[in-house]
Each structure stands twice: as structure tokens, then as C-alpha cells.
């Protein structure tokens, strides 16, 4: 299987300014790959500038040194068919969550097949016959699958979502995390899924990449070639969940 | 359903109709038993008269008309010259620092303070009063434009940019709409303003409207059209402004209050 | 996952308007609508060429209204004011042909350059220096350390007024002079808020009718033949226009007689088209027989050149005045002296 996304030697620093006496370095000397169709975890305590490595391979950012590949080509810009997914505030507040969705395939000329497709992806996330609400009238759990809805219905062949699941309350999350099973395996998509939710990591990740803290390096990268639903409290995933537990520097692992 | 709304409307005023309608009585009732001569403090009834006179003649109809189109004229060009100068100034940071100050500068200055200039440059009539309204509004509303586009929240535009939207369609799907709470209070208060302003201005200017009516009425020693006057500009004001209300209630804009 | 059914959207309808769309239409046909309505009332439909006149509401301009009323066949524009300096820039810019003004603002404007010619008078005496109703006793020495009301500086009420404080000794630093639009001095003499005012009718009248005040002189005992308002014209006009001004100069002379004549008829007249109380405008008219005479409306140049002498004294008047290049009485009817 090829890479889908290649980061080879990448550092980000932000220049000092009066304030500062040194540069900030956020990332230092980061190396991994991304396998394509893979689900990939990026783990790692907060503000460790796992949102900013994000947001460079979606484009929204350079690197001040190394190099971000994406099927093989270097990233100039965001791309509608890297689609990300934000933390909060992703859907536009102004348009509903039909028009919201419809974004993603605003090129298609014919209004009545978008109109028709979008209504297809309003089911498909469940939200079906909200299309005329506002984001404001939705729940969180609603809105984020409204924002994924938008982000499928381009057929994106990546998905980057920054910790999306991390407003909402703990039973929705729950669900969500089954929910992106299932867009997974239904859409051929590479998804880049930020979150510091260890056991979220475990549940859904092919791949985990774990951070360290500023100066940002790679901890690790596991691998997790085992089968849906996982159930990490026996077996060598409950190993991998102890071991992952210690890296972070937590002890008693529940 | 139709009902049902008239119901809701008439219950959340009530009380403000009960309290204002107990004011006009004690009015009224106290000019009768201070004995206080209509020259000095007229009465209700006397004020109903006074109105229903400039009715007849028609002359309440045709000042009424003067001033609101002159807050009209006034009013639309300079919403329609300070949006889009306060969209560009609002993303193009230099152009803003430069050009700022100049606006935060030139606000304060009461339009009425402008009025010699006016009338010199435009004469007497409608023209001098649709330039202070003009003035009025103009800047306060490059401010407000200004800062809610300054104020975006940029995910709005990275998500923007993530798909592909760009040019004209950036500009009037996302940074105009993203702006455009802030715009409506800009417009409400502006709105406000001008009203302020034209019977202001009509009572140096010009030769009809409402504030020339307050002055005429004042000439020809009428008190009673006087606060007749006033009470029609009251209200007007008032309808003014709960025209402006509905825009804030729809929920593409209703929105970003929520949010605080 | 769960499903509520709630409202659908329609499908997108390509005739079917947002709600941007419907605001633009709504404000572009609000924008017609004021704008007919506006034209239609208050517009005037066609360009004109009758003469505009320019006056305010006082008992000296009563030939407009009656002139207005009683000759139909001689069209002109009148053109009501509520300020002396509005009618200045107006006949400054252009918007006024002619005006009844104070003679001594028309003075000044032609000593500043600007080209207009004072044809006639409005009328004479027509003046009260009124006093509050409390005063004992009243006389011109009463007034010292008092607070009096003027309509302008630039009046022959002021001018008068210093030289009756000079005749009785009384220093102006004594007294305390605010200018005040005259509809708001019987009023203010009534709150106590000034103690004295002189002004034109209907002003002192009005003070005397609403009990505020008392009349400590009338011109007309103390001044006869007091001079307020004149009638100017511009210069420009007056070359290209002369036969028109005629006749209407020759009407408004002769109205001066008809009032004398008619006294109870101008007062309605008058009072109908000021907006003002009849009885008021009746009393100014009535009370007395020279309270108010229309009838010698001809300026003489020694009255104009010690006004502009009184004006020069007063610090209101600066270079030189020419009389000769400013009266021209050649319109009026009976021309003497």
C-alpha cells in the first residue's frame, strides 16, 4: 500500500519577537508516513502542536523546514479534496446544514441532483429532515455530523479531523466514535484524526502517532491491525493501552 | 396561527400600553385641575386637535413624506458607499490603519456642525438635509463594517479556503454574511441616528418636514402642535426602528448573538 | 442514529427569492415610493419664473401676504423664514429675488459687497420696548442692571435701544443684552428669565396680550417713523427684470394704503397666512391708530445714512456706505424729495 501522506524531516518555529528572547519551537525533526486508507491517530498531551502539524498537511500552514508530501506532491494550499473537519465553529452559521452540506459539491450544475445528494448524506448521518435548521438550533452532536456530512459528500480522499469529538458530551462521543467506524469503512478516504482521548486513539486508530511535549518531537508510531469492535480491556490491546498509558506518563492505567 | 401571534404581540405589550395610556391621563387630567393655559402646556385633547388640524390640511402628510425621504436618500447612499469601503478597509489591513484614524476623526463631528457648509455648498431644501443625514451615517457605519469583518473568526476562512472558495464568492457567501450581525446593529443604530438628525437639521435648513414643523408650529405659537410634532417623530422613530429589529431576528443573523 | 422528522427544505426553486434578495426589492420599491409621494407633495412640478420674495412672519412684512392675497393678477413666490441669517444666505445664493429684511442687515450686506437695492419700507413704528408686569413704576432708568432681549445686533430695535440707554445716561456696560428669536421673548419675560425686550410686532404685542409684560415704550410715541424692515432687491434682477419688479413694487406701495384703509381685513389677512392668532395680528392693527403705519413707505436717504452712521458708531458697521449707489426709489409711484 502507498503513502498517502509522506512528512520528511519538519519543523515548525515561530521567529522570536521583542517579547521572546529565543524562537519558539513548536515541531522539531518530524518523520512518519501515512498510509493511504488508513485511519491515523495523532495522540499527545494538549497544546503540543499536534492541531498545527494538522493544519500544515492540510495546507493551511508551511513548515519552516522539511518537507509534507501528499501522493507524493508537496502541499501548496488547502485542497477540496483534503477536507477538514474543525474543533468547533467548521460550519458556516449564516447558511443551514442543508446549504452548509451542499458547499461540498457546489461545482455540480445540476441544482436538483445536489439537492437530492445532499438530502442522500443528511440521512446517511442521521440528521434527516434537519436540513432547514440553523447550526445555532442544532446540538453539538448534530453539528458535528453536519460538518461531516459536509466533508463526505466532496468524496475527499483525506479527511482531517481536529479533535472533533472533544465539546460534546460523554455518551454523543461514544456514538461518534462508532459512527466514524462506519464512515471509514463505508469511504475510501485517508482520515487524520487528532485527539488526546487514549482510549479514543485505540478504538479507532490503523496507525497511532504519539507526541511528545514542546518542542514537539514523535514519541512513537504504533501500528493496530486488529478488528472491529475492539475491546482493549484483555489481550495485547490491553498491553498496548498500559504501554501507551506509561509513554504519557500516566501510571495507573484504569 | 395568524391568531396566535396577534395574542403573543398583544401580551408582551400590555403593560407598556396600560402605563402609557395611565400617563396620558394623569395628563390630562392635571392640566385641567392646574388650570394650565394651552399657550403654555397643552393637554391631551388639545394636542389631538392640533394634529387632526395639520391632517386636514394636509400639511402632517406632506411633512411626514419630506423627512422620510430625506432619511431615505440620506440614509441608502451612505449604507451603500460605507459597506463596502468598510468590507475592503476590514480585510486590507494597511489600507485600515491608514485610512481609520481619518474616519475615527471625522465621526464625532455632529452633522449639524456641518450644516453652514451645507448650506453653502447646496443651498436651502432637501439636498443640504440628505448630506448631514448622509454624514451621520456614513462614517459610524464604516467603523461598525470595519470591525465586523476585522473580527471574522478566521476558521470561517480557513474553512472557506478549504473549499476552494475564493473571489466574489468569498466575499459576498462568507465575509459579508460572517459580518453581517454586526452590520444590522451598525444599521439599527444608524437608523437611529439619522432620524435624530433630520429634525435637527429641518429646523435649520429647510422648509418642511417635521423639524421645520416643530419650528413653525413653535413661530406661530402652537404649543400643542409642537408636542403633537414631537409624538408623531416619536412614534415614527419607534416603527423605524422595529423595522430594523426583524432583520436582527432572522436566524441567519440571530446567530452570532447567541453565541454570546 | 436517530430520525425526527421535522420540516424539509423545498427543493431549490429558481424563481423563488432569498431573503436578500426580497430586502433589495423591498428597499428599491420603498425608494420610488417616498420619492413620488415626495415630489408629488411637496415638489414643486414646474420650473417657475415669478418673482420669490422672502419674509418672516412679522407685522413689517404684512404687504407680502396681503399683496399676495389681493393681487392675484401679479404672481410671485413668498418664501416664509424663521431666521435672519438663513434669509441672508438664501439671498446671497440666489434662492431669494427679493426679501423684506431688517435695514440695517441689508446695510451691512451692501457694505460687504454684495450688490442689492433697497426699493422700499416695510412699515413704520410697529416697535415696543417692553418691560416685565411687575415693575413699579417703570422708566428708561429701570432698565439699568436689567437683562434685555434683542431680536439681532444688526436691528434698529438695538441700535434705538443704546441710543435711548445713552439719552438716559445708563452705561451698555450696565445692561445685560441677549439676542433671541423673537417668538421666544414673551414667553421669557413672562418666566422672569429677561427683564425687558424690544422687538417687532406682533412680539410686543404678544407680550402685552399674554400678561407677561407691559409696554414701557412704543416707538410710535417715542421715535415716530421708526424704521425695522426694508424691502431689498438684487441688483442682477433688477436689471433683468425691471418691468415685472415694477409692478409688483407699485402693488406692494399701493397695498400700504389699502391696509390703512382696510385695517381689520389685512389683519385677517395677515393672520391666516402667518399662522398666527387673529386677535393678536388685530390688536397690533386696532389698538392703537399709529401703532403700525403702512402708509409712507418711502425711504429717505438722510433716515438710511444715520442708521449707517448709528451702525458705524456701534462698532457694526465698517468702510465706507454709499446711499446713492444703495437706495433706489425710481419704482415707487410718487416719488418726492
Sequence with gaps: ????????????????????????????????????????????????????????????????????????????????????????????????????IELGIRHLKDAQKRHELVLEYLEMVGLSGFGAYYPHELSGGMRRRAEVARALIANPDILFMDEPFGALDFVTRLQMREEMLNVHAMFP??????????????????????????????????????????DFTKGELAAIRRHIYRLMGVHAAL | MRANGLKKWFEERWSAFLLSFLILVLWETAVHVFEIKPERFPG?????????????????????????????????????????????????????????????????????????????????????AIFLIFLAVFFPMVLFTTSGVAGINPTYLYAASNFGIAGHELYSRVILQAALPEIITGLRITLGTAWLVIVAAEMIAVKSGLGYLIVDARNSLRMDQVLGGMFVIGLIGLLLDNVVRQLEKLPSIRWKRLKQ | MGHIKANSPSPMNMKKLTIGQRIFLGVLLWIIFISGLHSWRNGELFASNVLRVGFVPI??????????????????????FTAWPEMCEALKSGELDMAFILAPLAIMLNAQGF??????????????????????????????????????????????????????????????????????????????AVDAYIVGEPYAAAGELNGAGQILYLMKDIRPGFISSVLVVREDVLKKRKKDLQRLIQAFYKNGAWIEAHRKEAAAIGAAFYRLPNALIEHVLLSQPDRVLYNDLLPRKQEIEAMAASMQKRGLLKGNFDVNAFLDTSMIPEVSR
Design chain 1, 1 to 100: 500500500m502507498s503513502n498517502k501522506v509522506v512528512i520528511q524531516g519538519l519543523y515548525k518555529t515561530y521567529e522570536k519577537n521583542t517579547v521572546q528572547s529565543a524562537d519558539k519551537h513548536v515541531l522539531v525533526d518530524l518523520n512518519f508516513t501515512v498510509p493511504t486508507r488508513s485511519f491515523t491517530c495523532f495522540l499527545g498531551p494538549s497544546g503540543c502542536g499536534k492541531s498545527t502539524l494538522l493544519r500544515i498537511i492540510a495546507g493551511f500552514d508551511n513548515p519552516s523546514r522539511g518537507a509534507v508530501l501528499v501522493d507524493g506532491e508537496p502541499v501548496c494550499g488547502p485542497n477540496p479534496k483534503h477536507i477538514f473537519v474543525f474543533q468547533e465553529d467548521g460550519l458556516f452559521p449564516w447558511f443551514t446544514a442543508h446549504e452548509n
Design chain 1, 189 to 230: 478516504t485517508t482520515i487524520l484524526f487528532i485527539t488526546h482521548d487514549i482510549d479514543e486513539a485505540i478504538q479507532l486508530a490503523d496507525q497511532i502517532v504519539l507526541f511528545t511535549e514542546r518542542p514537539t518531537r514523535i514519541k512513537e508510531v504504533l501500528a493496530l491491525d486488529y478488528p472491529h469492535p475492539r
Design chain 2, 44 to 128: 391631551v385633547f388639545q394636542i389631538l386637535k392640533g394634529l387632526w388640524e395639520l391632517i386636514q390640511d394636509g400639511r402632517l402628510l406632506d411633512y411626514v413624506v419630506a423627512s422620510l425621504f430625506r432619511v431615505t436618500w440620506g440614509y441608502l447612499l451612505a449604507v451603500g458607499l460605507a459597506v463596502p469601503l468598510g468590507i475592503f478597509l476590514g480585510v486590507k489591513p494597511f489600507w485600515r490603519r491608514t485610512i481609520n484614524p481619518i474616519v475615527q476623526f471625522l465621526r464625532p463631528i455632529s452633522p449639524l456642525a456641518w450644516t453652514p457648509i451645507a448650506l453653502m455648498w447646496l443651498g436651502i431644501g432637501d439636498y443640504p
Design chain 3, 59 to 80: 407685522t413689517c412684512h404684512l404687504l407680502c401676504p396681503v399683496t399676495y392675497e389681493l393681487n392675484k393678477d401679479i404672481p410671485f413666490k413668498p418664501i416664509k
Design chain 3, 115 to 192: 450688490p442689492i437695492k433697497l426699493v422700499m419700507l416695510g412699515h413704520r413704528n410697529g416697535t415696543g420696548l417692553m418691560v416685565r408686569k411687575d415693575a413699579e413704576n417703570a422708566d428708561l432708568n429701570w432698565l439699568e442692571h436689567k437683562t434685555i432681549a434683542i431680536p439681532i445686533r444688526f436691528s434698529n430695535q438695538y441700535l434705538t435701544l443704546l441710543d435711548l440707554l445713552d439719552e438716559a445716561h445708563i452705561p451698555e456696560s450696565s445692561i445685560k443684552l441677549v439676542e433671541m428669536p423673537p417668538p421666544d421673548m414673551p414667553s421669557s419675560l413672562a418666566m422672569g
